[in-house]
T-cell receptor, first 114, second 116 residues
Framework: AQSVTQLGSHVSVSEGALVLLRCNYS??????LFWYVQYPNQGLQLLLKYTTGATLVKGINGFEAEFKKSETSFHLTKPSAHMSDAAEYFC????????????FGKGTRLSVIA | DTGVSQNPRHKITKRGQNVTFRCDPISEHNRLYWYRQTLGQGPEFLTY????????KSRLLSDRFSAERPKGSFSTLEIQRTEQGDSAMYLC??????????????FGNGTRLTVT
């Protein structure tokens, strides 16, 4: 069975500082990995996804994530935080068939301090 | 693309009552998913459809929960004899397998259920 663990339920950064949100996965088969963002009172939006190929994936709003098989990690980064990045971020995993519904982590709430 | 639409946005009900939620997916999306999200948790999978066929149900889905997707378009999720533990945000998402079985899910804004 697949699962993801997000380290840190709450991360706080200063505006302009590096954002690093951690995600480790557990999967017995090659995983497909996703990051979603949820703003208050809204549904989840896709930030980026890793399927196969290039291990560094670029997403929307300046976010990127790197798939590291040796570390079973898929951490999300952004070089410079903006106030509008404050939201809840979810890592999710599926298998290569796509017939297994996405399994989400518990989420990390990002606060950006002016 | 008008997005995934969920109704109602909020529902307050008394314990023991039945409730029904509706989800209208993005037009032509053949897959439709229901998730449940409680405070401080990520979305938990409940069930999903491909067209009108319900392909998988989570063990979380007790026999008080039933979902349908007649004609492969909109879907309804009914909870019978609601309990306080059913209080949560119910999320609907859709996708289309023509872009791959792992095509991203498009989520609605959810229906928040409060059982008093």
């Amino acid at each position: 069975a697949q699962s993801v663990t997000q380290l840190g339920s709450h991360v706080s950064v200063s505006e302009g500082a590096l954002v690093l949100l951690r995600c480790n996965y557990s999967s017995s088969v090659p995983p497909y990995l996703f990051w979603y963002v949820q703003y208050p009172n809204q549904g989840l939006q896709l930030l980026l996804k890793y399927t196969t190929g290039a291990t560094l994936v670029k997403g929307i709003n300046g976010f990127e994530a790197e798939f590291k098989k040796s570390e079973t990690s898929f951490h999300l980064t952004k070089p410079s935080a903006h106030m509008s990045d404050a939201a809840e971020y979810f890592c999710a995993v599926s298998d290569e068939t796509g017939n297994t519904p996405l399994v989400f982590g518990k989420g990390t709430r990002l606060s950006v301090i002016a | 693309d008008t997005g995934v639409s969920q109704n109602p946005r909020h529902k307050i009900t008394k314990r023991g009552q039945n409730v029904t939620f509706r989800c209208d997916p993005i037009s032509e999306h053949n897959r439709l998913y229901w998730y449940r999200q409680t405070l401080g948790q990520g979305p938990e999978f409940l069930t999903y459809f491909q067209n009108e066929a319900q392909l998988e149900k989570s063990r979380l889905l007790s026999d008080r929960f039933s979902a349908e997707r007649p004609k492969g378009s909109f879907s309804t999720l009914e909870i019978q004899r609601t309990e306080q533990g059913d209080s949560a945000m119910y999320l609907c998402a859709s996708s289309h397998t023509k872009t791959g079985y792992n095509s991203p899910l498009h989520f609605g804004n959810g229906t928040r259920l409060t059982v008093t």
